[in-house]
């Protein structure tokens, strides 16, 4: 790390870019410049990157798909979401999702409500997880599509995907599932339909991430023009985004298992840490990556304040620029000042035992004086 750089413990809202991403890229913004969708020499040599970058992020998702390119995860959960046009026609004109989804699937499922669509989101227990009895109980023929996360960005917590996309399919909805924070991490059910995924939570480059999507579904563009990602997502793609998250994707996959295992480790550190904390959601459902934990009574807006050389979130850092309470923890059946009194630690392949020792250390010892 460098001098003054915070110890980075916030890898649910981005990922350091990892160094063989950098590498792949280079020649990519540097030496060849060729429009993938050119016919020439140049153009082919960027369509081979495009296409090899399209099989290395397949790799890590079910077999009978397809993947296209989209700017972000936000852009593809849009898109995804168009699927509940074909299924209206044929008189299904309910959506439902999780209550603790993120605002990409959220704010997408609500834009239905103004299209004739009936959104009902469902609520989640205190540690975070849904009911699949009260699920069954609400999906019915009517129902169009069920959106339900892998991995919670702000509190971790693994959802029951696969069971909950089997409840869908045997009422004849789709399952769309936001795999952001789980995809290169835990593996990603085969039964699903429709996913988005996004680089940079992988070590991959910000400005893209992906749609992707079972053969058979029909899905309007959510961009027209020029007719590329087979006419679903218009627009010149830039190879060396595509070439970045294809080898972030592989690195994944190539260190799942010495990923995992340090992941692993760095989150038994921290749980012995702050062991004083409360875990906010459920413990043994949960991505160990993702440390949300609360202290009664603690300011987390002094908090941050007071501890500049670690950077960590209270609740999401999508939600925190908006200075609204967290959705999430709400979700869970948490009063303001326990959401108030939430932080999130985020580990990810580049921190170090150490990191998670001196981060605790000037986490605690600011609570204490802040509490004393
Ligand atoms: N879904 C989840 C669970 C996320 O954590 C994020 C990013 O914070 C997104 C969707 C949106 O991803 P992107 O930044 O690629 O639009």
Redesign the pocket.
């Known amino acids: 790390m460098m001098a003054n750089t915070p110890i980075y413990l916030d890898n649910?809202?981005t990922t350091p870019l990892a160094p063989e991403v950098f590498d792949v890229m280079v020649p990519w913004l540097r030496d060849n410049f060729g429009n993938p969708h050119s016919s020439h020499i140049l153009g082919r040599k960027a369509a081979a990157i495009v296409d090899l970058a399209r099989d290395q992020v397949a790799g890590l998702l079910p077999k009978d798909g397809t993947v296209l390119f989209t700017g972000?995860?936000?852009e593809a959960?849009n898109t995804g979401f168009g699927a509940v046009h074909a299924a209206k026609a044929k008189g299904r004109n309910k959506i439902i999702i999780l209550e603790s989804e993120?605002a990409?699937v959220r704010d997408t499922a609500m834009s239905y409500a103004k299209r004739g669509f009936m959104v009902e989101r469902h609520a989640v227990g205190p540690d975070g997880i849904v009911s699949l009895e009260q699920l069954r109980a609400s999906i019915d023929d009517k129902t169009a599509l069920v959106a339900a996360?892998l991995v919670n960005?702000e509190i971790g917590v693994i959802q029951p995907v696969e069971e909950i996309a089997e409840l869908a399919h045997q009422n004849g909805a789709l399952m769309l599932c936001?795999v952001?924070?789980g995809y290169g991490r835990i593996a990603i059910p085969g039964n699903i339909d429709i996913a988005a995924i996004?680089a940079?939570?992988i070590y991959g480059p910000k400005g893209i991430?992906a749609l992707w999507v079972r053969g058979g579904i029909d899905l309007p563009p959510l961009i027209y023009g020029g007719g590329q990602e087979e006419g679903i997502r218009s627009g010149t793609l830039s190879p060396a985004l595509c070439a970045g998250f294809g080898q972030a994707a592989a690195l994944c996959k190539k260190r799942w298992d010495s990923d995992a295992a340090h992941i692993a480790a760095l989150a038994d550190k921290a749980r012995s840490c702050f062991a004083d904390w409360t875990v906010n959601g459920s413990i043994a459902h949960r991505y160990p990556g993702n440390l949300n934990i609360r202290r009664d009574g603690l300011d987390v807006a002094r908090l941050m304040s007071d501890v500049r050389n670690v950077a960590f979130s209270a609740g999401s850092?999508?939600a925190s620029g908006s200075g609204s309470p967290s959705h999430v923890l709400a979700a869970l059946g948490l009063e303001p000042a326990r959401i108030k009194a939430s932080i999130r630690l985020g580990f990810g392949r580049y921190n170090s035992l150490k990191d998670i020792e001196i981060a605790a250390k000037y986490i605690n010892e600011a609570v204490e004086v802040q509490l004393a």
């Open positions: 649910q809202a972000t995860a936000t959960l993120h990409a996360m960005n936001d952001v924070q996004s940079h939570k991430g850092a999508c």
